[in-house]
């Protein structure tokens, strides 16, 4: 029942941010690149679902259960230094005609 009720969070915390992130996507990425930036972002989350559970289960049965937790923090610090890095587009202001 536990596992249930964790799951069932879990998919409604990902409901939650999903828009949140694609909003956040959609205005930092190039208007005419807006394709190509969601479906590299996509494929990132397609990749670290496919390594993750290998690169986690290979530590645990080697049964280094701290390394997990390095392990996941590689990325997230990658995602940082990547997000603190990014510089901010200024919108570009209408100019009126005369």
Known sequence: MVTLCLVTAAGAFIGITTPSRDVLIRHAAPENARGKVFGLVYSGFDLGSLTGPIIYGALLDAHLTHAVFLAAAAPLVVAMVTVIGVRVRPKA?????A
């Not at 202001?93 to 005609?97: C, F, I, L």
């Open 93 to 97: 202001t209408p100019v009126a005609s």
